[in-house]
């Protein structure tokens, strides 16, 4: 019997253990129906596992594994969204469209005459009725430029006329940034762009496409770091996360860091805690990075649970110095002289010195709050932690009972948390004392249920352990409540790879990062992509840059207390 036989089968018999007043057998079919749970979930695993081994030998024998197909019509039970829940509850409907006339500039008047032939004499003129046709033309514009030539014998020098300043090789900067635009906003292939190119007699080759992407972009390196730091002074929290990038079929990480002003892409072989941190930085490279080891760094070995002794050690060697990666190796050989010994313990000694030392970093803004999942490479970095209600979320969609009381259970618990959740979008709009001592105390209560659903029980007992990280908003109202800043930023690196697999050299993979930068932060500030690309590769320079929008923008961050 499948689970979906064994859930029916359920329902039929609907036993309800707790409107059963003998406790004893209460209790027992309590026991029965959690061995149902229990083994149906087991069963469920054991089946992909042996269709995994099975698979793997029909590969051992050269024939094919069993095809994944899914059934036509019907979506798989994978959904673990929760954004039916989150909706508010009560919205109007029925909202009057916004009209689009007021953003379309006009460039021509065109005015269509009525032949005089055919109107009787006593037509009057009662003015005209407006009709807009937004239209665009691609037409090519290419010049033939005459240099005038002089010699001086005199002087024994040759003089001759310069082009315009923006002109560098063979292709305009409208060219230059109309390629920049399909690749970087229309996420079109380098082949394609060279098709497009084609069908309107630009006569241009893959490799030259291939450098205008990649080649001599330090301009928009800089305005990507610029952007970067505009972006981390611009609120008192920061958002990030990760996902899967490739560079030369290698598997690599981008990392997404971002507000509500800007968003910045780091693509890194690992996303380890000290690669976020050397993100956080200005330094993803880790070129130079440092390792500062005052009583935070020790206090962090002790939560790290190193032991005592080597703590005190580590005291009397290097308690108040600076150390930089050539040093800290050479320390660790000198507590580790065997190279295969205490590999965890030295990463947590080179993660607790540097992120001393970015706490006391002056040259490149601290964030004192970020907002993240649970992943544990993000804890530890900054002064506090914000976590994400909608991934706490997920982790309870995640759970699928066969058993119908332990389904109605999960429903109703949801019920109340995305209440809940409600209740803080509405206290962040008008935050008061009394609000965050009432939700305070209603998150012990929501989160100390007991439901007999062993499973939903343990959840909730995990989300009740990050009390302090969830309701961040109760202290600072302005940290949103869930990190959809920096997943909207990853759906951005997961469509550009689902067109150009990776990126094969590291300028490609630079360039990769710093236009995802550009183009995602210019979206945001309402600044057109194309426009902004044209008006730096032109060298005209007449757009603010987005860092400067994003000062203007942004605030000097919230009152946030370190110590």
């Given at each position: ?12 018999i ?5 409107e ?15 061995l ?50 989150r909706?508010?509850?009560?919205t109007?409907k ?5 009209t689009?006339?007021?953003?379309i500039k006009?460039?021509?008047v ?8 055919i ?5 009057v ?33 040759t ?10 090789g ?14 970087h ?23 030259t496409?291939?450098?205008?992407l ?6 928009f ?10 972006g ?5 929290y ?6 899967i ?9 981008a990392?997404?860091?971002c ?13 380890d ?12 490279d ?24 080597l703590?005190d050690?580590?005291?009397d ?28 313990n ?61 389904h ?7 019920g109340m948390y ?32 007991k439901?007999?659903y062993?499973?939903l ?8 352990g ?8 109760l ?21 550009r ?9 590291k300028?490609?993979t630079?360039?990769n990062d ?17 426009a902004?690309?044209?008006d730096?590769v ?7 840059s987005?860092a ?7 605030v ?8």
């Amino acid at each position: 019997m499948n689970l979906s036989g064994i859930t029916q089968t359920l329902e039929t018999i609907n036993i309800r253990p707790d409107e059963i007043h003998e406790e004893q057998l209460s209790e027992a079919f309590r026991i029965l129906l959690q061995l149902i749970e229990d083994l149906s979930e087991n069963n469920e695993k054991l089946k992909a596992e042996n269709q995994k081994l099975r698979d793997e030998i029909s590969l051992m024998k050269g024939e094919q594994p069993k095809p994944d197909i899914k059934p036509s019509g019907k979506k798989p039970n994978v959904d673990i969204s929760s954004e039916e829940e989150r909706k508010p509850k009560n919205t109007p409907k029925n909202k009057k469209p916004k009209t689009k006339k007021d953003k379309i500039k006009i460039d021509r008047v065109v005015v269509c005459e009525v032949d005089k032939d055919i109107l009787p004499d006593d037509a009057v003129f009662k003015g005209y009725q407006d009709v807009v046709v937004q239209e665009i033309k691609i037409i090519t514009d290419n010049i033939e430029y005459r240099k005038e030539i002089y010699y001086s014998p005199s002087q024994n020098k040759t003089y001759m006329g310069k082009t315009p300043s923006e002109i560098e090789g063979e292709f305009g900067p409208g060219v230059k940034s109309t390629v920049l635009t399909l690749k970087h906003v229309a996420n079109v292939s380098e082949s394609k762009i060279h098709e497009f190119l084609g069908n309107f007699n630009i006569h241009i080759a893959p490799s030259t496409i291939s450098r205008i992407l990649t080649k001599n972009k330090e301009l928009f390196h800089q305005e990507k770091a610029d952007i970067f730091r505009a972006g981390l002074l611009s609120t008192g929290y920061q958002q990030m996360d990760d996902t899967i990038s490739n560079v030369h079929s290698q598997n690599h990480y981008a990392q997404i860091v971002c507000n509500p002003y800007y968003t910045a892409y780091f693509t890194t072989p690992r996303k380890d805690r000290l690669t976020v941190l050397d993100i956080l930085r200005g330094d993803p490279d880790g070129e130079s990075r440092s390792y500062y080891f005052n009583e935070e760094a020790f206090g962090m070995m002790a939560e790290f649970r190193l032991s005592k002794k080597l703590i005190d050690r580590l005291r009397d060697l290097i308690s108040g110095k600076t150390l930089d990666e050539s040093q800290m190796q050479k320390l660790l050989e000198i507590i580790y002289p065997t190279p295969d010994k205490g590999k965890n313990n030295r990463t947590r000694i080179m993660e607790a010195g540097a992120i001393a030392a970015y706490h006391q970093q002056t040259d490149f803004p601290v964030i004192p709050i970020l907002l993240t999942d649970d992943a544990p490479q993000f804890k530890r970095l900054t002064y506090e932690q914000a976590l994400c209600w909608v991934h706490d979320g997920r982790n309870y969609k995640k759970l699928h009972p066969v058993v119908p009381v332990y389904h109605e259970t999960l429903k109703k618990f949801l019920g109340m948390y995305w209440d809940y959740y409600r209740k803080l979008l509405e206290f962040k709009e008008t935050p008061t004392s009394e609000e965050v001592e009432a939700l305070s105390a209603e998150f012990n209560e929501l989160f100390s249920t007991k439901t007999r659903y062993p499973a939903l029980d343990d959840r909730i007992i995990k989300t009740a352990g990050k009390k302090s990280e969830l309701l961040m908003a109760l202290k600072y109202p302005e940290v949103p409540l869930h990190n959809n800043e920096a997943e909207l930023g990853a759906r951005a690196q997961v469509r550009r790879r689902d067109v150009s697999l990776h990126t094969m050299t590291k300028d490609g993979t630079k360039a990769n990062d710093t236009f995802l930068t550009i183009v995602e932060t210019a979206k945001k500030l309402g600044v057109s992509a194309y426009a902004y690309i044209y008006d730096r590769v032109s060298k005209r320079f007449c757009m603010p840059s987005l860092a400067e929008i994003i000062r203007l923008k942004g605030v000097s961050g919230m009152d946030y207390d370190a110590g």
